[in-house]
């Protein structure tokens, strides 16, 4: 079975219809903020960041996987990155976040699966930590992994995602494109009634104000009033949170990761990640009582690496200043709400656990309503 999943996690990405292109909000002329989104529209817009999914398909009710996001391809827990962790509503189970916000770093990739794998995972990046060349005396490793439930469509508690898988996505890891909805860590997932998964987008800053990219990757499966742009979509359709239409609960989770390549700390790396739960907000998630929604942000600038063997008793760091991060703080928020959108836009219908069948978001409706609006051009 080990061999099965591997082999549908490899061929998946590659199958028409899994990336969705087409459907990515930014092709549909729909506009989210007022700055420009970067080359790929995703978080690997920002230099060095590369992704990494590993998707689990089998049988009538296996429906997850894995996700893996490196800040840089070098050793990370050699050369560790400035990051802080914001937590919009802390249901959930975020392993290894309290030494990020204790000592202001990241040493390993960040790793998102399922609520019930997380423990699996957690093993198998200190294991990826400690077999690469250079870590052959580390004796403590903070792995960074964070979770959503994906229970509803998958047998979560078979906990099907292995150490195979979870290294299939580290060693997978690319920069360019990303594929989104039903992958990796997104494979069964839901968002607002609808099929959700995993999501990306980016934005860059002029260079006037510093050139410097802010890339967003979500993991969508949570619950609220979907608006698109701006437009009560959910309201529309008469499917929302508390609507006749809609039983599901609005529980399930966001894991939000923000990388930046602007030389900031890890103060203002929490900034940055409150204001990425505005874009949460802004495509109508409320953060419900059992969702836990936590944002990651981090900074790739090789400036601010910080050894794990210092030369020194100091750190000699340039920083950008608190008044020129304004400009960081609104890509963020643009960013994760658009990448919320692509996550819904690139799903497709699934079939999983107990027959349970979860719709993808019907564009066609959605056209409809946001041309009613003015949202997009007829």
């Given at each position: ?24 909000v ?8 007022v ?5 790929w ?22 429906r997850?996987g ?11 827990f050699q050369?560790k990155v ?5 937590a ?18 990241l040493?390993?990739?960040?790793v998102l699966?399922n609520?019930?794998?997380v ?6 990046v ?15 490793v ?20 292995t150490?195979d898988?979870v290294?299939q ?10 594929a989104?909805g039903n992958?990796?860590?997104?494979t ?16 860059s800053?002029p260079?006037s ?22 437009v009560?979509v ?5 499917k ?15 894991m939000?990761v923000?990388?930046?390549?602007a ?9 940055l ?15 419900s ?5 936590y944002?990651?942000a ?17 750190l000699?760091?340039t920083?950008l ?5 304004s400009?960081?703080f ?5 960013a ?17 656990r ?8 019907p564009?066609?409706?959605?056209m ?11």
């Amino acid at each position: 079975m080990r061999s099965f999943y591997l082999l549908l996690a490899a061929i998946l990405p590659a199958l028409p219809g899994l990336t969705q292109a087409s459907k990515r909000v930014a092709d549909l002329g729909i506009r989210i903020g007022v700055l420009p989104r970067g080359a790929w529209n995703a978080i690997t817009d920002v230099p060095g960041v590369q992704v990494g999914h590993t998707t689990l398909v089998a049988g009538d009710s296996v429906r997850t996987g894995v996700t893996a996001i490196l800040p840089h391809a070098g050793n990370l827990f050699q050369q560790k990155v400035p990051a802080a962790i914001f937590a919009g509503n802390g249901f959930g189970k975020l392993a290894g976040s309290t030494q990020v916000n204790e000592l202001g770093n990241l040493e390993t990739p960040v790793v998102l699966t399922n609520t019930l794998s997380v423990p699996a995972a957690m093993q198998a990046v200190v294991q990826y930590t400690l077999q690469q060349p250079g870590n052959g005396q580390v004796q403590s490793v903070n792995a960074l992994v964070g979770e959503t439930n994906d229970g509803y469509l998958n047998d979560i508690r078979g906990m099907h995602v292995t150490n195979d898988h979870v290294r299939q996505a580290l060693d997978g890891a690319r920069s360019g494109p990303v594929a989104e909805g039903n992958v990796g860590a997104g494979t069964g997932t839901v968002c607002f009634g609808w099929k959700g998964g995993i999501g990306t987008a980016s934005r860059s800053i002029p260079a006037s104000l510093g050139g410097y990219t802010v890339g967003v990757l979500v993991q969508a499966n949570f619950g609220g009033v979907l608006q698109v742009a701006g437009v009560p979509v959910g309201r529309e359709m008469q499917k929302y949170y508390l609507s006749d239409r809609l039983n599901n609960t609005p529980d399930g989770s966001c894991m939000i990761v923000v990388a930046t390549n602007a030389p900031l700390d890890a103060r203002n790396l929490e900034r940055l990640a409150k204001r990425a739960f505005m874009g949460l907000a802004k495509t109508g998630g409320i953060a419900s009582n059992g969702s836990g929604d936590y944002v990651i942000a981090f900074s790739t600038d090789s400036s601010l690496r910080i050894p794990h063997q210092p030369i020194g008793n100091t750190l000699n760091q340039t920083l950008l200043h608190n008044d020129a991060v304004s400009p960081l703080f609104m890509a963020a928020i643009e960013a994760t709400e658009e990448a919320i959108l692509n996550a819904l836009f690139a799903a497709h219908d699934m079939k999983g656990r107990q027959g349970r069948k979860v719709e993808a978001l019907p564009m066609y409706k959605v056209m409809e309503i946001l041309k009613q609006y003015g949202a997009v051009k007829e």
